[in-house]
């Protein structure tokens, strides 16, 4: 079973920055990709951004362009996303994933329980 344990959520003011750490307890060859998602109050869950745990190549949405940056350390298991110019309206819970990839929930199979991210004015 594969699991993924989110942290590095909080509380920033709007402008900071912020670096969410994902652990995935192991690589599996039917989810090579591990993404993160979002979900504000209120609002359906959004793909963020997205890495090939092999390669490196990477997907992020337009919203994400240009301030959040997803990386990965192979030899650790772990994802990361670098978010930076933090808005309020990126507050929501931040959710690891991982599958086969591309920006549809229902493309990964296992997720993290998800950490706050809240982005004060």
């Known amino acids: 079973q594969v699991q993924l344990v989110e942290s590095g959520g909080g509380l920033v003011q709007a402008g900071g920055s912020l670096r969410l750490s994902c652990v995935v307890t192991?690589?599996?060859?039917?989810?090579?990709?591990w993404g993160w998602f979002r979900q504000a109050p209120g609002k359906e869950r959004e793909f963020v951004a997205t890495?090939?745990?092999?390669?490196?190549?990477?997907y992020t949405a337009e919203f994400a362009k240009g301030r959040f940056t997803i990386s990965r350390d192979f030899a650790k298991n772990t994802v990361y996303l670098q978010m930076t110019s933090l808005k309020p309206e990126d507050t929501a819970v931040y959710y690891c994933?991982?599958?086969?990839?591309?920006?549809?929930?229902?493309?990964?199979?296992?997720w993290g329980q998800g950490t706050q991210v809240t982005v004060s004015s």
């Open positions: 994933a991982a599958g086969r990839g591309g920006d549809s929930l229902n493309n990964y199979y296992y």
């Open positions: 192991r690589r599996t060859v039917n989810a090579p990709f």
């Open positions: 890495i090939n745990w092999t390669s490196g190549g990477t």
